[in-house]
């Protein structure tokens, strides 16, 4: 489903699905974004509150979607 998504998507720096090793119906997709211009392109003006989903996403979700936003302070060279 996303595996396309930096090609599609410019300013993705990277995203990863993670799923939970003791609850695997528990999932968490992560993104980085080179700047805060891309992220707004990709998931529009309310990306901060409104999450971006596909059809149908909320048929497979046993409870509402939360998000959660980080911003990275420092880099490891």
């Known amino acids: 489903m996303v ?11 990277r995203h990863e699905i993670l799923v939970d090793v003791d609850s695997p119906c528990r999932v ?3 993104s980085a974004w080179r700047d805060e211009e891309s992220l707004v392109g990709y998931a529009g003006p ?3 509150t409104d999450a ?5 996403e ?3 979700l046993a409870q509402p979607l939360t998000l959660r936003h980080f911003r ?3 880099r490891r060279e």
């Open 3 to 13: 595996e396309g998504f930096p090609a599609r998507y410019p300013g993705l720096v």
């Open 28 to 30: 968490q997709y992560v």
């Open 46 to 48: 309310g990306w901060r």
């Open 52 to 56: 971006v989903t596909f059809p149908d």
């Open 58 to 60: 909320e048929q497979m």
């Open 72 to 74: 990275l302070t420092s």
